[in-house]
């Protein structure tokens, strides 16, 4: 009964998400139609539909977006496993923080797309850049929130830990882990975007394989259907990466999977 | 068994198992000094019971937290069978007065967190069903420390501190959050799992009634700075009785004393 209800409920809230860009996509193709839009830059919907069953006929859809995906998993796991037990160490070491902060602060106001032209003088055009474009977008969610996660841990207990005799190597993984779980993961999926937008961006000024490149192929063959098919392939892998990762941590985190939220 | 119990308690039955030699205490805040404790002693034989009383704020949680091994003396030492006290040891689990869940595992979990390192996963398992059964959680193994009660929490907290297997449980006001139903029915099951067990027991508590009914030590302590001002045995068999008149006298005999 109650997961009947659940059921629709959420139902429900896919129906609502879905009805204003359903009824904007409605507007746009009867604006095409009518011949207001200029289809140079403005295709109509049912055109961009087109170019993706060709695109994925064609196998040029698929091949692009396993090439970026790729490239996000290694460089999102290289970030992972570094950010993450840099953050753990850091934010265990009390005054670590005065020393790399000013550093970091300054490092986080450069968008990753500056550093693009230099990763290419010394990485070249092929992988190497991206992954390091993505590398640098997501660390530094992922290892600020790593530390944040660390600092916000309940002295009481660590206490309880102390208490219980448990072994530097256990403390960590039983009571440091854990507690900063959560700001760990909202760091894991501010990264995971960061790193897709910035791949984007690489991949449109390297110019060799991916979503991104595919969408300056399309400006220079002036096929602004493709442009579109492109742009929102980049939307809509994002928004099923982020769904994925809130799935993550409801599984991960049981004890935070009640209504009120409370913790003890 | 015998020649066992023998060898464990080779320095003799009436050797004290805790014994608080002269300790002082003074923390040091920004505003200046501040004597917690002052010269205190007293000392705890072998699977006995004891209360320490006394206000709050007379330093009886600072003594509780030193015993511990959370907290260090200005002066003076504490021994434990005999050995100086120098940081948190297998022999001594507390119990806070929050039940301080971890609130990521199971209540089983939490109790598993309490049972000391090179165990194996099979001896963990019974340790951890055998205490479950002994402090009623049994079909609460599952539940999250958040889908609890105040009491059922602190039950778990004190099942942690079963599952670390110590002779002597350290107890921080652990009823003191409770309703007064719950605070009788959890004091009335300490008394039973301290007679099943024959763990030796410090419980730290403002309230008299609380250290009547449960202890066969009263140790009083008066505030500012903290000492101990009355020790005071309580030789009433269990269950005690609150209409009792010895009962009565006793109290009144603490009252006087606790300021």
Redesign the interface.
């Known amino acids: 009964m109650l997961y009947k209800r659940l059921k629709t409920n959420y139902c429900k809230t896919i129906l609502k998400g879905i009805t204003f860009p359903f009824l904007l996509i409605v507007a746009w193709e009867i604006a095409a139609r009518l011949g207001y839009l200029n289809a140079l830059f403005l295709p109509a919907p049912t055109k961009i539909w087109y170019a993706f069953v060709q695109m994925v006929a064609d196998g040029s859809w698929a091949e692009n977006l396993l090439a970026s995906l790729q490239r996000l998993a290694y460089g999102f796991l290289i970030t992972v496993c570094l950010a993450v037990p840099l953050g753990l160490a850091v934010g265990k070491a009390k005054n670590f923080q005065n020393w790399v902060n000013p550093t970091l602060s300054f490092l986080q106001q450069i968008p990753p797309i500056a550093w693009i032209p230099i990763f290419i003088l010394a990485l070249g055009i092929y992988e190497a850049p991206k992954i390091a474009v993505i590398i640098y977008a997501a660390f530094f969610p992922v290892f600020l929130n790593t530390v944040q996660g660390v600092k916000s841990v309940d002295p009481k207990l660590v206490e309880v830990g102390r208490a219980y005799m448990l072994s530097p190597l256990r403390m960590i993984r039983q009571v440091y882990i854990p507690s900063a779980y959560m700001s760990i993961f909202v760091g894991l999926r501010l990264g995971l975007s960061n790193c897709w937008r910035a791949l984007v961006m690489a991949e449109m000024i390297t110019r060799t394989t991916g979503i991104g490149a595919q969408i300056w192929e399309g400006r220079d063959l002036m096929q602004p259907d493709r442009i579109f098919v492109a742009v929102f392939t980049i939307g809509l892998v994002g928004l099923i990466i982020d769904i994925f990762l809130k799935r993550m941590e409801c599984k991960f985190m049981p004890w935070k999977r009640t209504n009120d939220g409370k913790t003890q | 068994m015998s020649n066992f119990s023998n060898n464990l308690s080779y320095k003799g039955e009436n050797e004290p198992l805790i014994k608080v030699n002269n300790i002082s205490k003074t923390f040091s805040a920004n505003w200046g000094k501040v004597q917690a404790l002052r010269n205190l002693s007293f000392s705890c034989k072998r699977e006995e019971f004891v209360a320490i009383v006394g206000t709050s704020g007379c330093g009886k949680t600072t003594l509780l937290r030193i015993i511990?091994?959370?907290d260090y003396p200005t002066e003076g030492e504490v021994l434990f069978n005999g050995k100086r006290v120098l940081g948190?040891?297998?022999e001594r689990?507390?119990v806070?007065q929050?039940?301080?869940?971890?609130?990521?595992l199971t209540v089983e979990q939490n109790i598993a967190?309490?049972v000391?390192?090179g165990r194996s996963k099979q001896e963990i398992k019974e340790l951890t069903a055998r205490i479950m059964a002994l402090v009623g959680l049994e079909d609460f193994r599952q539940a999250?420390?958040?889908?609890l009660s105040g009491g059922m929490?602190q039950r778990v907290a004190i099942g942690?501190a079963l599952a670390?297997e110590p002779e002597a449980l350290l107890l921080d006001e652990p009823f003191s959050s409770l309703d007064v139903s719950t605070r009788l029915r959890l004091q009335g099951e300490l008394l039973g799992l301290w007679q099943k067990t024959g763990k030796t027991i410090l419980l730290v508590t403002h309230d008299i009634d609380e250290a009547l009914l449960l202890s066969q030590k009263i140790i009083i302590m008066s505030p500012a700075p903290g000492t101990v001002k009355k020790i005071l045995e309580i030789d009433l068999p269990y269950p005690r009785r609150p209409d009792d008149p010895i009962f009565w006298e006793k109290k009144e005999y603490i009252r006087q004393n606790i300021i």
């Open positions: 511990a091994g959370l948190p040891g297998p689990a507390m806070f929050e039940p301080r869940l971890f609130p990521w967190f309490g000391q390192g999250y420390p958040h889908e929490a942690r670390f």
